[in-house]
């Protein structure tokens, strides 16, 4: 046939005949090719980019975590999360306390790098943050609320932000400007809960500006840090002995060092301590079930993390930042996005702070940044690593910046702590002896050795990178309040 009978002929040209509207060939194939070629340019075609909503935890040790082993109902709906996602259950934190190990997150590289080691060292400004690499990849906003003091705009966090809230929630807790606060007496935010405060913020943020994006949303829940001071019915829903009266008596963790501390003194400080994990956690599902409402769950990558553990005794001491074992180094990672990561997923690599850029630079379509130190965990999700770089005898560095000679690396299943200043090295076995315990360096002096010369490689890295972005005494240190002391001081960060 010369002629075809195209219902769909879009050429405009009549022809008479029978058919009444009769085209050629060549035009009905004209007609008909957009529409069929519209499949295989929606497939080529760049997908938009997600929204990312970032999620940390302060002070959240790994083992009081529900879907982490924990036998108390602590965490429902970050259980929940962990089924909707990918569970990294293996996460070692840069280092022992908040400020290194968020700029680590943010920046993906070790804290004797970066800079951010202490209340009078800034980041470097030559590092490059997450922000300001989402902003460069048409991100367009990019906010932070965080409710920790140590991670101020004064260190360096707010690089990258177009919005970086360091101050409301301070301000409105002191001055209780909420009216929620349940204990009137409370005298700082070290003392407040805040968490109500950072998700309602968020989700206000969400109503008014969720649905323009790309975005990048940072959010820092801080009520599982010291001092323990859940709301009722928090305070005592883990506790043993919830009638006790003279628990009223001691709320602070300080007191376990006391000669006359009890079994049931380290009931009830463990006791609001998930309290307050608890506590957190409904406040998270508030935040995940307002973006749900919202109608921007497929299209926002969920990221939780936790910077850093508690001690309460394991090893002899209390609070956090003065030493490496794993009940403050381990912490928590679980990622969700409905289309591009898998459901229910656990993921078999070991993964550490560094990894947490490249992770989401990459889960959003992107190449990570060149100088990261850390290594995108997608191809462990996904099943095609490659290049080994996920294997479980990939080692993880370890800094405890406020003991500058403390350090350790974990390779396998040894963990090889090494203090300078002491002159004593601690080589840890985590499979036979998972609480740390024992010290079986001179069982293994072969694998002291090994590990010793990957520590003292690394070491020697970091000193040659961080003389590159000239962390160490070419930045203007942060200018700190009276008042900025005494709130540092309160947290422990000062003696």
């Not at 290194?100 to 920046?107: E, N």
């Not at 307002?290 to 299209?299: H, K, S, T």
């Not at 990561?341 to 070991?350: E, H, N």
Request: hydrophobic share 35%.
């Amino acid at each position: 046939m010369e002629h075809l009978a195209c219902a769909a002929g879009n050429s405009g040209q009549r022809r008479r005949g029978a058919a009444g509207l009769r085209v050629s060939r060549r035009e009905c194939l004209a007609g008909l090719l957009p529409t069929l070629l519209w499949p295989l340019r929606a497939a080529s075609a760049p997908r938009a980019k997600p929204n990312i909503l970032f999620i940390m935890i302060d002070t959240l040790r790994a083992d009081h975590v529900g879907c982490y082993g924990y036998g108390k109902p602590t965490t429902p709906s970050i259980d929940r999360l962990a089924r909707e996602g990918v569970r990294f259950p293996s996460l070692y934190t840069a280092g022992p306390w908040t400020m290194p190990s968020v700029m680590t997150m943010f920046t993906s590289l070790y804290p004797t790098v970066h800079g951010a080691t202490g209340y009078q060292h800034r980041a470097s400004l030559k590092v490059t943050t997450l922000a300001e690499h989402l902003k460069r990849l048409g991100y367009r906003r990019t906010v932070g609320i965080v409710s920790n003091p140590t991670v101020n705009s004064r260190y360096g966090f707010a690089q990258g932000f177009d919005r970086y809230d360091d101050y409301s929630i301070f301000f409105a807790h002191e001055l209780n400007l909420f009216e929620l606060d349940d204990v009137p007496q409370r005298k700082s935010v070290v003392e407040a809960v805040t968490s109500h405060t950072v998700t309602r913020m968020a989700t206000d943020w969400l109503a008014k500006e969720g649905r323009r994006g790309p975005w990048f949303l940072f959010l820092l829940y801080f009520d599982p840090h010291t001092d323990y001071v859940p709301p009722q019915p928090w305070d005592r829903r883990f506790d043993p002995h919830p009638h006790a009266e003279n628990r009223k008596a001691k709320p602070n963790v300080r007191h376990l060092l006391g000669k006359d501390t009890t079994p049931s003194d380290l009931e009830h400080i463990l006791a609001l301590y998930d309290g307050e994990i608890g506590y957190t956690d409904r406040c998270v599902g508030e935040l995940l079930t307002r973006l749900d409402r919202l109608g921007l769950r497929d299209n926002t990558v969920v990221l939780l993390t936790s910077d850093h553990g508690e001690e309460f005794l394991d090893h002899g001491g209390i609070l956090h930042g003065r030493t490496l074992y794993d009940e403050l180094m381990r912490g928590i990672l679980i990622l969700r996005h409905p289309d591009r990561l898998p459901a229910g997923k656990v993921a078999p690599a070991r993964a550490c702070h560094l990894d947490i850029a490249p992770t989401l630079i990459e889960c959003i379509g992107e190449k990570p940044d060149g100088e990261c130190q850390g290594v995108s965990q997608l191809r462990a999700i996904t099943g095609t690593e490659s290049d080994g770089s996920s294997a479980p005898d990939r080692p993880c560095y370890l800094e405890a910046t406020s003991t500058q000679d403390l350090r350790a690396v974990v390779v396998g299943r040894h963990k090889l702590v090494h203090d300078v200043q002491a002159g004593r090295e601690e080589l840890l076995d985590l499979e036979s002896d998972p609480k740390e315990r024992t010290n079986v360096a001179s069982q293994k002096p072969h694998v002291c050795g090994r590990l010793r010369a990957m520590l003292t490689a690394h070491v020697s890295e970091c000193e040659g990178l961080a003389r590159k972005y000239q962390s160490h005494g070419t930045v203007v240190r942060p200018k700190l309040t009276r008042r900025d002391i005494q709130v540092l001081r309160a947290l422990g960060y000062i003696q």
